[in-house]
């Protein structure tokens, strides 16, 4: 099983859809997790931490569910300039501050 | 305030050739990072960096090297060039470790070994 599983899309949305994305990890102690969007070609930029009691910023909604460990990233209301690769990322601990990459999912907002 | 600049940007090498990839970040970061990133797949960790002075290797470190003299700058020498370093490469810098740690990378330098 690979440490981080993305769906790798791509998910083709109306303007305006809700989408949502998984991503399943498989070391339980891990500590830390984000979601970071990547454009292409260009480099990967935060979109937003995870945090374990979930968290909302703006059209955007993480969760985590340790249980049966995976995070979800839900966007509502779709833009165009929503299209991109969302990467989950997983901090499985210890020095180093080492995280391990998804693949990504790849969203695209069409008119 | 440029935050992470990595040079350059695009480098065309023929195979045994060797060549640095700079990284400079001017956070004042402690951490810093190489990784790099194949067509579908994640981004892979090549090396990392907890302070001046002190590199370890992440997970894919043969046929690289690193140095880390100065908190600003971690670049990342290729030896003897093989197309299986064909990729783009991100330097990446963070303020700490653990829970609350967030990348700010590059832009990143596409190579390619023929």
């Known amino acids: 099983r690979k440490e981080v599983e993305q769906d790798p899309g791509p998910f083709n949305v109306p303007e305006g859809a809700t989408v949502a994305f998984n991503c399943t990890y498989s070391n339980s102690a891990s500590q830390s997790f984000f979601w970071y969007r990547q454009d292409c070609r260009k480099e990967p930029k935060l979109l937003m931490s995870?945090?374990?009691s979930g968290n909302e910023d703006g059209r955007f909604t993480a969760q985590l569910n340790r249980a049966s460990q995976y995070i979800s990233l839900l966007i509502r209301d779709s833009k165009l300039s929503d299209s991109a690769t969302y990467l989950c990322?997983?901090?499985?601990?210890?020095?180093?501050?080492?995280?391990?990459f998804g693949t990504g999912t790849q969203l695209k907002v069409e008119l | 305030n440029a935050g992470v600049t990595q040079t350059p940007k695009f480098r065309i090498l023929k195979i045994g050739q060797s060549m640095t990839l700079q990284c400079t970040q001017d956070m004042n970061h402690n951490y810093m990072y190489w990784y790099r990133q194949d067509p579908g797949m994640g981004l892979k960790l090549i090396y990392y960096s907890v302070g001046a002075g002190i590199t370890d290797k992440g997970e894919v470190p043969n046929g690289y090297n690193v140095s880390r003299s100065t908190t600003e700058d971690f670049p990342l020498r290729l030896e003897l060039a093989a197309p299986s370093q064909t990729s783009v490469y991100f330097c990446?810098?963070?303020?700490?470790?653990?829970?609350?740690?967030?990348?700010?990378f590059g832009a990143g330098s596409r190579l390619t070994v023929l």
């Open positions: 990322v997983v901090n499985g601990g210890g020095g180093g501050n080492k995280l391990t």
């Open positions: 995870v945090y374990s």
């Open positions: 990446a810098s963070s303020t700490r470790t653990g829970v609350a740690s967030v990348l700010t």
